[in-house]
């Protein structure tokens, strides 16, 4: 399978400070990437799809200037949590979508578990 | 009704049995099925994807498709205690995948 990494797999900041989690594809480029949550013993949620290049786009009801989000190459996409409180505290997980040989398929990187004093 | 349904569970099966897990979808126009797999903690990993009618083996697993009743569903054949995790099952609608809320299998030693 395909190889998706993520910065960092824990962070733990006080409130008011910002986050930013990378989110690396190793193995192939991804023009599209997405960005879930995940809340304890609760489904994943998609946030938002970011697209290489261009802006990101966000699911109804996500902050898009709480989360920013930057596609800066087929490689990597980052996720920046502005203004953190204790209620974004959660499960962040990346993910890369890759298109090859026919298949049309979504790898995950590992998540970064953050916790906002 | 949800776009995709699965049985929370947990599914308790023994070691050595067959894992049967199932999920329906609402879309008739939906292409593209995937199964996941998650420990507790973790993040999904890719188990298989399922295109056609039919079953599609892969090793002890096996994914099922049946469009007309729209349902898809896994077979964990030989099941070890190291598969017990949340089974989550996917739909692909355009460019996003609509997630299930995951079936817990839990394999007895």
């Known amino acids: 399978g395909a190889v998706v990494s993520q910065h960092p797999s824990r962070v733990i900041c006080k409130s008011g400070t910002s986050v930013k989690i990378e989110c690396r594809s190793l193995?192939?480029?991804?023009?599209?990437m997405f960005w879930y949550r995940q809340f304890p013993k609760q489904s994943l949620m998609l946030m938002a799809t970011s697209n290489e290049g261009s802006k990101a786009t966000y699911e109804q009801g996500v902050e898009k200037d709480k989360f920013l989000i930057n596609h800066a190459s087929l490689t990597l996409s980052t996720l920046t949590v502005t203004s953190a409180h204790p209620e974004d505290s959660s499960f962040y997980i990346c993910?890369?979508?890759?298109?090859?040989?026919?298949?049309?398929?979504?790898?995950f990187g590992p998540g970064t578990r953050l916790t906002v004093l | 009704q949800k776009e995709v349904e699965q049985n929370s569970g947990p599914l308790s099966v023994p070691e050595g049995a067959i894992a049967s897990l199932n999920c329906t979808y609402s879309d008739r126009g939906s292409q593209s099925f995937f199964w996941y797999r998650q420990y507790s903690g973790k993040s999904p990993e890719l188990i298989m994807f399922?295109?056609?009618?039919g079953d599609k083996e892969d090793g002890r697993f096996t994914a099922q498709l049946n469009k007309a009743s729209q349902y898809v569903s896994l077979l964990i054949r030989d099941s070890q205690p190291s598969d017990s995790a949340t089974y989550l099952c996917?739909?692909?609608?355009?460019?996003?995948?609509?997630f299930g809320t995951g079936t817990r299998l839990k394999v007895l030693a």
């Open positions: 193995d192939f480029q991804a023009t599209t």
């Open positions: 993910s890369a979508r890759r298109t090859s040989g026919g298949a049309d398929t979504q790898y």
């Open positions: 996917a739909v692909r609608k355009g460019y996003k995948y609509i």
């Open positions: 399922i295109y056609s009618n």
